[in-house]
């Protein structure tokens, strides 16, 4: 091109000249702002919130191709591992509470005002030793009242028993049931109620006096002629005893002769008799005559209330002594001698406390221990809250108290080794597990956790090389061994990686080691039948195949157990085979990554 030519060219065009303009014809509008007043563009505020947008897209673009390709280009160090064989232990840990193993906790029952305290807390104590003194003064009213108590329940359970062992009503002696009650058998009837009147009308009794003139005369067991006017009877008698006393009739002192009469059926009590005894053929006239009665005779009542459960009664009928008349159900006399005793007991339990505590008024610890909690001065009135003033716990024998997780339960034994740690972790002492409870408790989380927390309480024994250095209510951390297995293949654990396709452990290529099969970094294949390979997975296959580092290739592994830092491999590679462990740090690709 020479000079001049490319001078036209730099040179400006000169625009055209527009045509003539003809003459405008109506054109329909093709949109609502056709013919309108021409806009003038955005607002400058829209175009500057338009400018940031790009430019912010821009930067964000910049720092993505970046990494990407700084990445990719391989910037993560290379090392390398070996397969060995070693030991795997796993691990629970968490924190707990140290507490005695052996507490006693004193003034929970205790009432009085204390008139002395003997102790500091952290005060070191023997069995015996004094902790405070309470003045027994305010114990004396409550003791007297509490021993009328007893006193009344004894009554009560000396009547249950006796009304329990009365449910029964039977004749006193043999004889004859006269003036029976409205009883029946269903019935409820009282205590006290009237059965009836039992008499004994075999032998009839009378009372006869004589004159001190006729004492010598007359004697037991000598014969009375008896008449009773009534029935134009006369009975032949005997002087069944003689009573020396002195009645004045008509003038006469006279003495009181008993007289037995058999019946034969015919007399009965309150009819007027007269007898008189015969002495060397003279008869010798009582001063008066007498009324004959019953030998025996007895109101019979119900001893017991109660529903009837037996009646039988029936007027003038004859009863065998023993014979039971009625009985009373037992039933509700159970229950009432049961509440009877129960409340005897309850005010003997008060009266022997009381008197415990009148006695007991100096409180002495029960244990060796140290004084662990005390919360009561000299003026305080105890009221028996069950709230301890003074705990003494035993810090020769300690334990932790933890609560152990859901998630880690299972892995947990009894007998299983714990280390304590504790003054910041610069002190440990070994302990085991000695009790795991096997019913969870629970508490609501907090944060973003608002679900319940299921967790099982735990304690653990503590060495005695922490003697002295640990104290009841101090927080320690605690590490149990749960699994521990020994001469196992193991790798790192970074080295092994999860793959679509499986598990795989990357091998180095040298001499004695290539022949391992290739693991297939994705799925698919032969495994998957003859399909075939979709475009998707073809570009997925380059892209993990991209991810293998240098001199290394996927070897398919089974793993077992692992740790912290290693990882179990139980089939896919043998002792001593060199690894790759520091894996890549690209997140955008999946294989390789960990």
């Not at 902790?131 to 249950?160: C, S, W």
């Not at 008066?288 to 009542?301: C, F, I, P, V, W």
């Not at 714990?418 to 910041?424: A, C, G, H, K, L």
């Not at 209510?473 to 521990?484: A, D, E, F, L, R």
Request: with cysteine.
């Amino acid at each position: 091109m020479s000079e001049n030519t490319a001078q036209k060219a730099a040179e400006p065009q000169a625009a055209p000249q527009p045509a003539p303009a003809a003459a405008p014809a109506e054109q329909p509008a093709r949109n609502k702002y056709a013919g309108g007043k021409k806009r003038h563009g955005l607002p400058k505020w829209l175009k500057a919130v338009i400018a940031l947008v790009l430019i912010a897209a821009l930067i964000g673009a910049v720092v993505y191709f970046v990494r990407k390709f700084s990445s990719s280009e391989g910037d993560a160090t290379i090392e390398e591992g070996m397969v060995s064989r070693g030991t795997l232990s796993s691990q629970v840990t968490g924190w707990g509470n140290v507490v005695a193993k052996q507490t006693a906790e004193y003034g929970a029952k205790s009432r009085g005002t204390v008139t002395e305290v003997a102790v500091q807390a952290g005060d070191i104590v023997k069995a015996g030793d004094l902790l405070f003194v309470i003045d027994p003064t305010e114990y004396k009213e409550e003791l007297a009242t509490a021993e009328q108590a007893l006193r009344v329940a004894a009554d009560a359970v000396t009547k249950a028993t006796k009304a329990l062992a009365s449910t029964s009503l039977t004749a006193p002696f043999s004889g004859k049931l006269i003036e029976i009650g409205d009883l029946k058998t269903g019935l409820d009837a009282a205590a006290g109620q009237k059965v009836g009147t039992l008499v004994d009308d075999s032998v009839m009794k009378l009372e006869l006096y004589f004159s001190y003139t006729y004492e010598n005369d007359i004697y037991v067991g000598q014969s009375v002629t008896v008449s009773v006017p009534d029935s134009m009877t006369q009975v032949a008698g005997t002087v069944a005893s003689v009573d020396k006393i002195k009645k004045p009739i008509d003038g006469a002192v006279c003495f009181r002769v008993n007289v037995d009469v058999p019946n034969g059926g015919t007399l009965t009590a309150d009819q007027a008799a007269a007898g008189y005894i015969t002495v060397n053929g003279v008869d010798i006239m009582p001063a008066d005559g007498g009324k004959l009665a019953y030998s025996q005779k007895q109101e019979l009542t119900l001893p017991v209330g109660g529903t009837l459960k037996y009646v039988d009664l029936m007027e003038y009928g004859e009863y065998k002594k023993g014979q039971t008349i009625c009985t009373v159900d037992a039933e509700s006399l159970q229950a009432d001698l049961e509440a009877a005793q129960k409340t005897y007991n309850e005010a003997a339990k008060t009266v022997n406390e009381l008197q415990a505590d009148m006695v007991n008024t100096e409180v002495r610890s029960e244990i060796d221990g140290v004084v662990s909690n005390l919360v009561v001065s000299v003026g305080d009135k105890l009221q028996a809250s069950g709230t301890p003033v003074i705990t003494v716990s035993d810090t020769s024998s300690l334990l932790v108290e933890a609560n152990i997780d859901e998630l880690d339960i299972s892995n947990v034994q009894l007998g299983m080794p714990v280390m304590i740690s504790y003054n910041d972790g610069n002190s440990t002492s070994m302990g085991e597990v000695t009790y795991v409870s096997f019913e969870a408790k629970s508490e609501q989380g907090s944060g973003m956790n608002q679900g319940a927390v299921a967790y099982f309480p735990a304690r653990f024994s503590i060495g005695g090389d922490a003697e002295g250095s640990l104290l009841p209510g101090m927080g320690v951390n605690y590490t149990i061994t749960t699994i521990i297995k020994e001469d196992c293949l193991v790798v790192p654990s970074k080295a092994v990686i999860f793959t679509e396709a499986g598990t795989v452990v990357y091998v180095k290529k040298e001499a004695g080691f290539d022949d391992y099969p290739v693991a297939s970094l994705t799925g698919g294949g032969e495994e998957d039948g003859d399909m075939a390979e979709s475009p998707d997975m073809a570009a997925e296959s380059a892209a993990a195949e991209s991810q293998i580092p240098e001199g290394f290739y996927p070897v398919a592994v089974e793993i077992g157990l692992s740790d912290a830092n290693n990882t179990e491999i139980v089939s896919g590679l043998e002792e001593g085979t060199p690894i790759y462990v520091t894996t890549y740090t690209n997140n955008d690709g999946y294989y390789g990554s960990w």
